[in-house]
T-cell receptor, first 113, second 114 residues
Framework: AQSVTQLGSHVSVSEGALVLLRCNYS??????LFWYVQYPNQGLQLLLK??????LVKGINGFEAEFKKSETSFHLTKPSAHMSDAAEYFC???????????FGTGTSLTVIP | NAGVTQTPKFQVLKTGQSMTLQCAQD?????MSWYRQDPGMGLRLIHY???????DQGEVPNGYNVSRSTTEDFPLRLLSAAPSQTSVYFC?????????????FGPGTRLTVL
């Protein structure tokens, strides 16, 4: 079974500051990990994913995440926040052989001008 | 290429009514799924399908039925709506038969059950 925990349902950062959104996972098998972003009144859009190989994954819009097996974490970062980054962010996990996604409860990111 | 489309965008039902939420994709994706999104609970998988004629239950299947007669369409049926089914429903699809590929989401259907 898999699960995801996102720490912090709301995060506020100043424009230009570092963005750090936390995600910890639980999986009994090698996981595939994902970050999705949801803008108001829209569906979800893939930011980045980790399947195998390099543990530092780069995504769209300057975001990246690092898979740390020892810490069971997949935190999302961006060096410099932009106003357009304000959205809801979801971490998700699935097994490498599975077809069921498990999403976290989401983190709402506010960017302060 | 319209991607994943969902109809209707908004729906209000009375308790006990039935309805079907429509989902279609034009990307020839084998995998399709339905989620519900509730405040503070993220997205939860209702049902999924790995190809025409094949469906399976997700995390919260009770009160919902699905079928997959074609690759393109994956409707979600509420047999007897309950207030607990008030939610935003998202359909998604992905290439291949596994959920580990990127999922493409529709714009959602906001359902209110009175």
């Amino acid at each position: 079974a898999q699960s995801v925990t996102q720490l912090g349902s709301h995060v506020s950062v100043s424009e230009g500051a570092l963005v750090l959104l936390r995600c910890n996972y639980s999986s009994s098998v090698p996981p595939y990990l994902f970050w999705y972003v949801q803008y108001p009144n829209q569906g979800l859009q893939l930011l980045l994913k980790y399947t195998t190989g390099a543990t530092l994954v780069k995504g769209i819009n300057g975001f990246e995440a690092e898979f740390k097996k020892s810490e069971t974490s997949f935190h999302l970062t961006k060096p410099s926040a932009h106003m357009s980054d304000a959205a809801e962010y979801f971490c998700a996990v699935t097994a490498n052989t599975g077809n069921q996604f498990y999403f976290g409860t989401g983190t709402s990111l506010t960017v302060i001008p | 290429n319209a991607g994943v489309t969902q109809t209707p965008k908004f729906q209000v039902l009375k308790t006990g009514q039935s309805m079907t939420l429509q989902c279609a994709q034009d990307m020839n994706h084998e995998y399709m799924s339905w989620y519900r999104q509730d405040p503070g609970m993220g997205l939860r998988l209702i049902h999924y399908s790995v190809g025409a004629g094949i469906t399976d239950q997700g995390e919260v299947p009770n009160g919902y039925n699905v079928s997959r007669s074609t690759t393109e369409d994956f409707p979600l049926r509420l047999l007897s709506a309950a207030p607990s089914q008030t939610s935003v429903y998202f359909c998604a699809s992905s290439y291949g038969q596994g959920g580990y590929n990127e999922q493409f989401f529709g714009p959602g259907t906001r359902l209110t059950v009175l």
